[in-house]
T-cell receptor, first 118, second 113 residues
Framework: DTEVTQTPKHLVMGMTNKKSLKCEQH?????MYWYKQKAKKPPELMFV???????INESVPSRFSPECPNSSLLNLHLHALQPEDSALYLC?????????????????FGQGTRLTVV | SQELEQSPQSLIVQEGKNLTINCTSS?????LYWYKQKYGEGLIFLMM?????EEKSHEKITAKLDEKKQQSSLHITASQPSHAGIYLC?????????????FGKGTRLSVIA
């Protein structure tokens, strides 16, 4: 099983709404990631969780709040978003967290959540 | 800056033709990854290269990493419509001791029957 499951697949929300994106993997991976992808652009890293702890926050605005309740789940809580936050949000996981002293391990991606902020 | 340059940006080939996509970094990479993405969908892992001079193949796709670990190529032999999509190279760069995956801008491949 090399599946990363993201829900929902599509989400439309108003600027005053609070919503959450969910990501789940059962591969025993200890690193999980959130990426944001705008149309015709490559994915951009937002957050990295290593062993359920936030290890990297790429200067993401506080209206995006990640949470890792356990080693299989990763959430992204959304509040007071702007229309420019509309994008494809991708979750990924890898067996081990990224380290400077080794070559890393491949990351597996979910199908993404297409978010539209109106 | 820690950037990956991919070329070409887009490619249109006739079915059955061979093609090559390149990925270049100004810095030595720890690991180089190739992914394929259909529009609006998740990324499908293709291959990972870690050693200088390494070459891997899967079905009709071959990826190579040069000896300096700064350049990789993805070669598709006898392309088919199913190969169409966006090909992304990703690499590990050291950031404060961590090496999260960053991506090139992608190559959009169209295969014409």
């Amino acid at each position: 099983d090399t599946e990363v499951t993201q829900t929902p697949k599509h989400l439309v929300m108003g600027m005053t709404n609070k919503k959450s994106l969910k990501c789940e993997q059962h591969m025993g991976h200890r690193a999980m990631y959130w990426y944001k992808q705008k149309a015709k652009k490559p994915p951009e890293l937002m957050f990295v969780y290593s062993y359920e702890k936030l290890s990297i926050n790429e200067s993401v605005p506080s209206r995006f709040s990640p949470e890792c309740p356990n080693s299989s789940l990763l959430n992204l809580h959304l509040h007071a978003l702007q229309p420019e936050d509309s994008a494809l949000y991708l979750c990924a996981s890898s067996l081990l967290p990224p380290r400077a002293d080794d070559g890393g391990s491949e990351a597996f991606f979910g199908q993404g959540t297409r978010l539209t902020v109106v | 800056s820690q950037e990956l340059e991919q070329s070409p940006q887009s490619l249109i080939v006739q079915e059955g033709k061979n093609l090559t996509i390149n990925c270049t970094s100004s810095k030595t990479l720890y690991g180089l990854y190739w992914y394929k993405q259909k529009y609006g969908e998740g990324l499908i892992f293709l291959m990972m290269l870690q050693k200088g001079g390494e070459e891997k193949s899967h079905e009709k796709i071959t990826a190579k990493l040069d000896e300096k670990k700064q350049q990789s190529s993805l070669h598709i032999t006898a392309s088919q419509p199913s190969h169409a999509g966006i090909y992304l190279c990703g690499a590990d760069f050291p950031i404060s001791g961590n090496t999260p995956l960053v991506f090139g801008k992608g190559t959009r491949l169209s295969v014409i029957a």
